[in-house]
């Protein structure tokens, strides 16, 4: 539709967008820089300042360079005898990038060597944040050695078990307790004399709580006969109604996902497809539907191919988990084994502490942590834990992929296959030829380029090949993990083979052991000694006893305990944050020093122990919050209300927010008819196979296409996710980068989302999609029109939008008529901007 013909819509109804934000005023520079931002910091940029910068740029350099310091924050702002070295936003600005990125032999830093692309990307990504920087303006090198104390952090409130506190008795005629949570936050509102807003009404209520546990909006029937049930058990039979759905596995197995940084291919410089990546999304959506205890769901992803079972589909179920562990980021191309073993377990590591503890122990990989009592030694003994575990991920050897390695082979008949039939004895020869004819053209050949590319169609044959037995039944693969061996050679001939993803030069460890300390995380400075796999210390009653073992499921044990204080904790938060928008910890991916302390620290703990003793059940957590009143309120603005309470923390409403990027692309299809509710099997991806995503020649091209087609009509879960490359719809509307763990999204308001919703082809597809289903079932403008808001809102039109609607159907189509449109195209073309405005608007964007 013209822009603006859908411009003078939204008027007409008076559908104003929200306002587009704006940038922060001030020096651009992230001077209250968020947890996420800090951990990058001490991560990515710290470490390399220290070994690559400092020799000359700071208080410990005979002679400082360019009146430069880059040991202090001040130091890095203000720059050197040129002018400051951080243009905030804008890398290529920015004097520090320029010099690092080699481009002049005279501003060259360090002058003796380039570093690393990947570091290169890492201090871009750094400034265009506002490059944020924790430190004082003393210099990190002349300071006092920082010196982690364990013992006074175990007192920090978040390594103390939660305790039980007594129910707060309190009342209030207007707010009637429904359950304890109501109790503890009524508490916390009369001791700042706030009071709640009312109750939010039945459309309102069921179309929130809807899109709360299935992503999905509710249809006008079950609007209406949620409207008209006036039994007191109304509103619990809705409840349990959504629980038991399939689409509540969708709706918050993609929460999970976005904590597992799930994704179809390894990202980095070199992007290879993971073919096999879909099986874990199926099992976390799986776990979800099947109400999976939460400490189970922890053990299985962490140590599922350690837990012993007779049933070949449990069995082939938890190797599936360990995915968890193989589906992160790889830098294929990197030449030194040993660096790439120590960057996959510092990303092992990263996420287990993230997604189960929410806090981040890879910060301590180089240094003790800056924030929380966590020495570098606790890192290395999580690291031997994971250095003595295989991580099989599969993908080729290739002339940027030096890495491939195994994948895990599931028992026969215990899993579903990607691709559903046999390879025919025709298919199988065709292939076998294929991989012959390119093996005598690489060997005729003098001239080495040439058989590059022939070499990479070779491996993705024969993988192709090899990904089906004798018979030419597909092989049941997956992603996961698995121990090393006890000593050298107990995997066979095979096991760290063409697959092998550590050997070549700096090869990384073969067999179970402990792991020394790498010196600012240096592969070339190991200590002489080594520390023994164990826990967090500041946690942890007494060390993890493994010898031959790789400690994997003692470390789930440990972390699954109710001894545990941060799991339970970290997860009723989340649940909490989904379905209130802010979660009672506000930093729910770091509940160390550095993050918020709980608003309501007695009802995070009254759910933390709820959710252990009801059995770590995650519906009847979820259940227990929807039903108290406190989630049933309006959304409804208090001026009162919020001048003491801004934020909401304390709870006086609930707090209107957009849908995210998945719930409002699968909201589009069902209310136009197009959704497929039925889960496909495998993914695009696995039918691509192993090569690099986007290469044509390679097969890549399938999955490009698919990655931002129309047609699809299935839920958002299933969409292909490659690194580096997300759908449309998801990254325009705040979609997490895959490469990263995330624990809550940001919401941002951009015009490049108004232009989503104007011009892109899946839209305008569902909008005529939806006049069609309109025109088909009612008859008269008015009747279409009424359908139309219970479709798209949930809520029959006020008279005054009604006219209003009447008013514009009636001059646009006289507008297209005027314009020649032909007669027979004239009326779908209508409701077609109709609806499309209706996606535009407010309204059908937000959940109240």
């Not at 070199?270 to 099992?283: E, L």
């Not at 909490?576 to 009802?603: C, K, S, Y």
């Not at 009747?783 to 008013?807: D, H, M, S, V, W």
């Amino acid at each position: 539709m013209p822009r603006f013909l859908l411009a003078s819509l939204a008027a007409t109804l008076g559908w104003a967008a929200p306002a587009v934000a704006q940038p922060a005023k001030g020096t651009g520079f992230a001077d209250k820089p968020t947890p996420d931002q800090l951990a990058f910091f001490e991560k990515k940029i710290r470490p390399v300042l220290v070994e690559s910068c400092y020799k000359c740029h700071s208080a410990e350099a005979e002679k400082l360079k360019g009146e430069l310091s880059l040991d202090t924050r001040e130091g890095v702002r203000k720059g050197g005898a040129t002018g400051p070295s951080i243009v905030p936003g804008n890398p290529d600005k920015s004097p520090l990038i320029k010099g690092i990125r080699h481009k002049d032999a005279d501003t060259a830093m360090p002058p003796k060597g380039k570093l690393p692309d990947a570091v290169i990307a890492d201090f871009e990504a750094w400034v265009k944040m506002g490059a944020p920087d924790p430190r004082d303006g003393k210099a990190v090198a002349t300071a006092p050695k920082y010196v982690v104390d364990v013992e006074k952090g175990r007192s920090f409130w978040a390594f103390v078990p939660p305790k039980a506190a007594p129910v707060p008795q309190v009342a209030n005629p207007k707010f009637a307790v429904h359950n304890e949570i109501d109790s503890f936050l009524l508490a916390g509102l009369n001791k700042k004399g706030i009071k709640p807003v009312g109750d939010a009404d039945k459309r309102t209520l069921i179309r929130r709580v809807t899109l709360d546990l299935t992503g999905l909006p509710p249809t006008s029937d079950e609007v209406e006969a949620f409207v008209a049930d006036s039994s007191t058990k109304a509103f619990e039979k809705v409840v349990d109604r959504l629980l038991a759905s399939p689409r509540f596995g969708e709706r918050w197995g993609r929460h999970w996902l976005d904590l597992a940084r799930y994704a179809e291919s390894t990202g980095k410089t070199a992007n290879f497809n993971y073919p096999h990546a879909w099986r874990y999304r199926d099992y976390v959506i799986a776990a979800f539907n099947s109400d999976k205890p939460y400490d189970q769901f922890i053990r299985e992803q962490l140590a599922g191919d350690l837990m012993r079972s007779d049933d070949p589909k449990v069995r082939a179920e938890r190797l599936v988990a360990t995915g968890f562990l193989a589906i992160g980021p790889k830098a294929l191309n990197e030449n030194n084994g040993l660096q790439f073993e120590l960057d996959v377990v510092d990303e092992q590591i990263d996420v287990t502490t993230q997604a189960f503890l929410g806090i981040t122990a890879a910060c301590a990989r180089c240094h003790d942590h800056k924030f929380d009592p966590i020495p570098t030694r606790d890192y290395y003994a999580l690291a031997g834990i994971f250095r003595s575990t295989e991580t099989c991920y599969g993908t080729v050897r290739f002339v940027q992929s030096q890495r491939p390695s195994p994948l895990l082979q599931l028992p026969a008949e215990s899993a579903p296959s990607a691709v559903a039939r046999k390879l025919s004895a025709e298919e199988r020869a065709t292939i076998e030829k294929e991989i012959a004819d390119l093996k005598k053209r690489i060997a005729e050949s003098t001239d080495r380029i040439a058989t590059i590319f022939p070499a990479a169609q070779l491996a993705l044959a024969q993988s192709k090949l090899d990904s089906y037995a004798a018979d030419g039944t597909p092989k049941l693969q997956a992603m996961g993990v698995r121990d090393k061996p006890a000593r050298a050679g107990g995997f066979g001939a095979g096991g760290f083979g063409p697959r092998g993803g550590f050997g070549g030069r700096g090869a990384g460890s073969r067999t179970i052991d402990d792991s020394p300390v790498y010196t600012r995380g240096e592969p070339d400075q190991p200590t002489a000694e080594k520390v023994p796999r164990g826990t967090l210390q500041v946690m942890s009653k007494s060390p993890l006893k493994v010898k031959s073992v790789s400690g994997r499921l003692e470390l789930a044990e440990w972390i699954a305990s109710r001894d545990n204080p941060l799991t339970a904790r970290v997860m009723v938060n989340r649940v909490w944050m989904h379905l209130f928008g802010r979660g009672i910890v506000p930093t729910a991916d770091n509940f160390g020093a550095a993050g918020q302390p709980p608003t309501n620290p007695e009802l995070l703990d009254h759910l933390a122990i709820g959710f252990m003793d009801g059995g770590w059940s995650v519906k009847k957590l979820v259940k227990r919050v929807v039903m108290s009143h406190a989630y049933q309120l309006d959304s409804k603005f208090d001026k009162a209300a919020f001048e003491a309470d801004p934020d909401n923390a304390l709870v006086w409403r609930m707090s209107p927010r957009r849908l995210d990027a998945e719930s409002l692309r699968d909201s589009m299809l069902a209310v136009s008819g197009q959704l497929d509710a039925t889960p496909p099997v495998g993914s695009v991806v696995a039918r691509a196979g192993e090569g690099p995503t986007g290469r044509a020649r390679l097969g890549g091209d399938q999955v490009a296409t698919a990655i931002n087609d129309p047609r699809n009509p299935h839920r958002s879960v299933y969409l292909p996710i490659v690194r580096d490359n997300l759908p449309e719809a998801l990254a325009l509307f705040d979609a997490p980068d895959p490469s990263l763990i995330a624990a809550d999204r940001p919401t941002t308001t951009v015009p490049s989302q108004g232009l989503f919703l104007l011009n892109n082809p899946f839209v305008l597809r569902s909008a005529d999609a939806a006049a069609e289903k309109l025109l088909k079932g009612t008859t008269t403008d008015t009747e279409r029109i009424r359908a139309a808001y219970l479709n798209f809102y949930g809520r029959p039109p006020g008279e005054k939008e009604l006219a209003t609607a009447e008013k514009f159907l009636h001059g646009f189509q006289a507008k297209l008529a005027r314009d020649r449109v032909p007669a027979a195209r004239q009326e779908r073309e209508t409701w077609a901007a109709f609806c499309q405005a209706l996606f535009a608007s407010a309204e059908f964007q937000y959940r109240r």
